[in-house]
């Protein structure tokens, strides 16, 4: 039997992924391989031909103090984020699974910052470590509130780690409580009947039974502070003297700044196998982790 | 959990929680306070409610971001990315599920892997892919960028969907005489629809809020809110009456959308990340 026209199985196969495949083709596979070349080159972006360097781009890079202390603060900034969003994003979570009134009020509010952007987020805050700090120190006389927090070094790091927890937590928040809701009552009763006090309820039964939440609380979380570029362009542009610039914005200086197209996109290739081995390690290191009820 | 009784340890973990939710809040205390402020009263107390009111701040923010433009350039970019991104990834998804040849194997691997590449190694090429194909200076084309980006993880969210939609609804109808075509748009698709909630809602604040993309796409005479919210910024740097006015028009919209689908966005959030 002969089937024929929008019938034909090849015709299908087009049809339903045909759009996709283009899109995808076009706009993320052809420029990653073309990246790869590019890596290889010296290129300004405006002229069509790129003079083939070897590896010349990755020796710079490799002597690139700016670049280097990119990737410093990046991994400094990473850990410090994705410890205190996790625990904050836990500890709400704990908070919001007590049979406590207010608790659908509360889960509104602590996950709408996540809803801004992270660009209007830097702004916002930027207004606010500015001006409303310097208020708040002259009416309590904290001296805290009284630091240039975003012209210093140490402030300013931690004036990022702060936004990005801020606006971050919610989002985690909400992938624990998934999680603590459905640990069993049962467990956690036996347990305490054998005497185990809150805190070993909480280590030995509540946490080894959330583990699959963690690894995707943990990879998320990873991945947006490894990856942050928005709320550190609105917030400090990656300042002062470059401290809080983070490597995706190290990456868009190189490439819409100062026109190294070559150089950038070689950054960019480090940065891709960087951003790819800590995933898969973490969530391969999560995984091994996970108990089953 | 809701049979425990409400004792006087619980009472105090509802005034902590509503002290921190207090302290989350305090950052939109002084965006939005001093937005109705002049600018001498920001300069004096910034912490302070505003007295008098002005709602001057906005009309001029209003009309120098040309803000009624932006949002139609937001809202036109994010509408027909939600709507295109669940037509061609309903349907790719499905065909690779359902028809799971070697070749089709293959092609979601190749979706699922590029989940990890940062945007920062794909946008250089980008340019000049974009510049080749005329797809630089126009929203059609920043859509189309869009379904590529946004391709990847709808693939593999509604792939995992279709995996527990029985077989046997589909095999009845194609005995009816039901196309395959048919037996999608009628019957599968609509069975999809928790999934595309999800979808629509992971994806609207993704490209809602997204501002790089965008700013290297369209040129300066088409802005979405987050690129006139930076031109405006940039612009107007310590001029604050002006650039929080401008700030709060910014983040409004997609506030009214979280607070009005809030149930929905959370659910459809979590259920986002515990399959991805």
Redesign the interface.
Known sequence: MKSSG??KSWV??L???G???L??A???????F??MY?SFTEWN?VSDNATFVGLDNFVKIFNDQTFINSFTFTTKFTIAAVILSNLVGFM?AL?????????N?????????N??????LG???Q??FV??F???G??TGWSLFNLPWLGDETTAFWGVVIVTV?STS??LM??YI?AL?NVP?DLIEAASIDGATAMQRLRHITVPLIMP?VT?ALF?AL?WSF?S??II??LTKGGPYNSTQS??LN??NE?FQNNN?GL??AK??I??IV??LI??LQVWVTKRKEVQA | METKPYKGSTLLLEIIGVLLALLFLVPFYFLVSNSFKKYGDILLDSAALPNPWTVANFTRAWDIMNFPASFMNSLVITVSTIVGLAIICSMGAYRMVRHSSKYNNILFMLFVMAMVIPFQSIMIPLIKVASWLNLTGSIPGLWFAYLGFGSSMTIFLYHGFVKSIPLEIEEAATVDGCSPYGVFWRIVFPLLKPMTVTIIILNSLWVWNDFLLPNMMLGEAQRTIPMSTYAFFGQYTKQWDLALAGLVMGVLPILAFFLTLQRHIIEGITAGSVKG
């Open positions: 929008w019938s299908q196969q049809v339903f992924t759009p996709v495949t899109a995808f076009i706009i993320i596979a052809l420029p990653f073309m990246g590019y972006g709400l908070l919001l699974t007590q049979p406590v009134k207010s608790k009020l509360l889960r509104t509010i602590f996950f709408m910052p809803v801004i952007g992270g660009l209007l702004f916002i805050w207004f606010i001006k409303g310097a208020a708040v002259e009416k801020w919610g989002y909400v992938i998934s809701i009552r939440a995707i998320l991945s990856k570029f928005d362009l609105s490597v995706a990456i868009y490439a197209m950038g996109t960019a290739l940065f891709f951003v790819a995933t898969s």
